[in-house]
């Protein structure tokens, strides 16, 4: 079992920054190597999309073409915790935005993620 506890979203400008994290827990994370991503699901029923995703080690990122060079994803292996800093953003990154986790060492978007956050909202302004 893992539990993952998003945090950080709100609501800014168009050009501004906003930072959200991820709190994880669970005997499962601990004794596992767990991948760690992030997916969004912006509003009007567009489907769950991948944004972000980290191996187990830090040192492999995936990003969709959408937030290449404008957001980072990042992980704190020792306060279990994965960050998603978002820079430049747009009114089209408005969208709740979900923490995922997965038992193995890539964060790539092509693995099914079993593990899932309650999503925190993320609105951008234009």
């Known amino acids: 079992q893992v539990q993952l506890v998003e945090s950080g979203g709100g609501l800014v400008q168009a050009g501004g920054s906003l930072s959200v994290s991820c709190a994880a827990s669970g005997r499962t994370f601990g004794n596992y190597a767990m991948a760690m991503a992030w997916f969004r699901q912006a509003p009007g029923g567009k489907e769950r999309e991948f944004v972000a995703?980290?191996?187990?080690?830090?040192?492999?990122?995936h990003y969709a073409d959408s937030v290449k060079g404008r957001f980072t994803i990042s992980r704190d292996s020792a306060k279990n915790t994965v960050y998603l800093q978002m820079n430049s953003l747009k009114p089209e990154d408005t969208a709740v935005y979900y923490c995922?986790?997965?038992?193995?060492?890539?964060?790539?978007?092509?693995?099914?993620?079993?593990?899932w956050g309650q999503g925190t909202q993320v609105t951008v302004s234009s």
């Open positions: 995703g980290i191996s187990w080690s830090g040192d492999s990122t």
């Open positions: 995922a986790a997965r038992r193995g060492y890539s964060g790539s978007p092509f693995y099914a993620y079993d593990s």
